[in-house]
């Protein structure tokens, strides 16, 4: 589950909103109260105990309180991930009053998360190119140790954070980015070279320290599986062989 | 087998234990059966060879291009059920 604030809730705090639209709450918790107050809160309880009742939006959006800041949250369960959507200065029965204007924006269509918060979800070209020569580095090496080590399950971290599994094979005339080319093979990678002459992946050109990609959705997810098994196993499509399974 | 919990949103929990009671199965063979039948659908396959011929020519830019122009199809169809939310006024 991530903490995101929507790019309104982060002017709402005087934070900068390029620095921090396209990062987790969790990484800067320090630069505001209110920050550490939504994640300390929501990571024990996602949905919030006590709500407001939105106007124009059919959502249970939860009251954060944090000294006189009054906010707003919502646990979007189908991104997974949990929302600051604004907070306000709180002085009960004033005209100003948090809770107003919150509701205000709602009303106007400004309150709830929009398509830019949503894509800043998402890994921007940069980071998606990033991810995907990472990919193409790790996913073959992590088959190559599973070829190894025939019918044993071999873990590794695919870039820097994803952890699939590939079953070692006795099938060692499969193809991959990873192997020398083989008589008999399919037509090897074209950029294929020994392990050692490699490049290093590019670790990111924008600023996070450990990794090509930290952000990644569960779509994403699903698309390195999808990524690190295009790059390492035959040319033919997947089987369609059906799976025995015992739900009807 | 070694087994790690998903998280999925409550109202797809709720339908998927039903329909597995329904099936005779329990959640987890139920999702196991649907990830299957997925990987051999027509978009799954559509994309897998997409990304595969690409790998085999070492053209990551059209793999890092596709992520991309899905990523913001995904995020187009986040906000629109967003908006969905909204009762008519």
């Given at each position: 589950m991530q903490f995101r604030l929507?790019?309104?809730?982060?002017?709402?705090?005087?934070?900068?909103?390029?620095?921090?639209?396209?990062?987790?709450?969790?990484?800067?918790?320090?630069?505001?109260?209110?920050?550490?107050?939504?994640?300390?809160?929501?990571?024990?309880?996602?949905?919030?105990?006590?709500?407001?009742?939105?106007?124009?939006?059919?959502?249970r959006a939860a009251n954060l309180h944090f000294g006189r800041h009054r906010g707003l949250t919502?646990?979007?369960?189908?991104?997974?991930?949990?929302?600051?959507?604004?907070?306000?200065?709180?002085?009960?029965g004033s005209l100003d009053d948090a809770y107003d204007v919150l509701k205000a924006r709602d009303r106007a269509g400004t309150l709830m998360p929009d398509e830019q918060d949503y894509l800043d979800l998402e890994m921007s070209y940069?980071?998606?190119?990033?991810?995907?020569?990472?990919?193409s580095h790790e996913a073959p090496a992590l088959v190559e140790r599973a070829?190894?080590?025939?019918?044993?399950?071999?873990?590794?971290?695919?870039?820097?954070?994803?952890?699939?599994?590939?079953?070692?094979s006795a099938r060692a005339d499969l193809p991959d980015m990873a192997?020398?080319?083989?008589?008999?093979?399919?037509?090897?990678?074209?950029?294929?070279?020994?392990?050692?002459?490699?490049?290093?992946?590019?670790?990111?050109?924008?600023?996070?320290?450990?990794?090509?990609?930290?952000r990644v959705s569960g779509v994403q997810r699903d698309q390195l599986a999808h990524l690190s098994a295009a790059c390492s196993i035959p040319a033919s499509a997947p089987s369609r062989r059906s799976t025995a399974g015992r739900c009807p | 087998m070694a087994t790690n919990p998903v998280r999925v949103p409550a109202a797809v929990h709720n339908e998927v234990h039903t329909a597995a009671r329904l099936l005779g199965c329990n959640a987890a063979e139920l999702l196991e059966r649907a990830w299957a039948s997925f990987r051999e659908s027509p978009g799954f396959l559509a994309e897998f060879e997409l990304a595969q011929k690409a790998f085999s020519v070492g053209d990551l830019d059209h793999v890092a291009s596709r992520i991309y122009e899905q990523?913001?199809?995904?995020?187009?169809?986040?906000?629109?059920?967003v908006k969905a939310l909204r009762h008519e006024t």
């Open positions: 929507t790019r309104r809730a982060i002017a709402d705090l005087g934070l900068s909103v390029d620095d921090h639209a396209s990062r987790p709450a969790t990484d800067y918790v320090e630069a505001h109260g209110a920050v550490r107050a939504f994640v300390e809160r929501r990571r024990q309880d996602p949905g919030g105990q006590e709500w407001t009742n939105l106007p124009a939006t059919a959502a919502w646990h979007d369960q189908a991104s997974d991930v949990v929302w600051l959507l604004g907070v306000g200065w709180h002085e009960s940069e980071e998606a190119h990033s991810f995907v020569v990472l990919v070829r190894q080590a025939p019918s044993t399950e071999v873990r590794g971290i695919v870039a820097g954070r994803l952890g699939p599994s590939r079953r070692g192997s020398p080319p083989q008589p008999g093979m399919a037509r090897p990678h074209a950029r294929w070279r020994p392990k050692a002459a490699r490049p290093q992946p590019t670790r990111r050109s924008t600023g996070w320290p450990c990794c090509g990609v930290r | 990523s913001a199809d995904r995020a187009r169809s986040r906000a629109a059920a």
